[in-house]
């Protein structure tokens, strides 16, 4: 048995290893299809997309990438985000509304709510992505373990739900350039499922990749 020397350096886990594109490619789309499932319900959208970022971050670092640890990430993001989902769910409710009445022409103040309903939707779905992805640092360790258990426990989800919510916030204004290419990211998928409804199942993947390389180019910058 040979022994490791001295001098050579210890790993880290931290650190991005190298991915093939096609698999990178290949595992947004089935994170992102997850994701569009347990989003179903509406009020587990936060739960799902910070399942969904962690999962691809653990995938960009070599750790455990299985559809398992996914399912224990979104069990232990699950509680403690129920005023959050609320909140994203009653919004989404409100965005579909205002769009669906200026569709058809019976929105009243068309001409200024249009455009407010449009960039206040950009604006929660940046701050969404942005507090979803820093779900798993304030939740400590932020992953799950092989054998599928959650990191941290239910007593301390609402905390991390609070902290993950404080740095998105603070993130969305710090950090502009990230939230500019999130808000490129959201234009994208609109024109994806603007040329081809189909693609709505892609948008998911699409959404947590670009929030998990922001978050990445945020921690290396």
Do not use: C
């Amino acid at each position: 048995m040979s022994v490791m020397d001295s001098t050579t350096p210890a790993p880290n886990h931290h650190e991005p290893v190298p991915v093939n594109r096609f698999a990178l490619f290949s595992e947004t789309l089935l994170a992102g299809v997850l994701v569009l499932v347990l989003s179903l319900p509406l009020v587990t959208i936060p739960a799902a997309y910070a399942a969904g970022i962690a999962h691809l971050e653990r995938h960009l670092s070599g750790r455990d990438d299985s559809v398992r640890s996914l399912w224990g990430t979104f069990r232990a993001a699950l509680p403690g985000s129920w005023k959050l989902g609320i909140t994203t769910a009653a919004a989404a409710v409100v965005i579909v509304l205002n769009l669906l009445l200026a569709w058809v022409g019976q929105l009243p103040g068309r001409e200024v709510v249009l455009p407010a309903t449009l960039i206040l939707a950009a604006a929660g779905a940046v701050l969404l992505l942005r507090t979803t992805a820093a779900w798993s640092d304030s939740a400590g360790m932020g992953v799950v373990a092989d054998a599928g258990m959650p990191a941290v426990g239910s007593a301390d989800a609402r905390g991390a739900w609070r902290a993950a919510v404080e740095t998105g916030q603070a993130l969305s204004l710090r950090d502009w350039t990230g939230s500019l290419l999130l808000a490129a990211a959201l234009f994208g998928a609109v024109v994806f499922v603007w040329m081809l409804a189909a693609l709505f199942v892609v948008v998911p993947g699409t959404l947590i990749l670009a929030a998990a390389a922001v978050k990445l180019r945020s921690t290396r910058a």
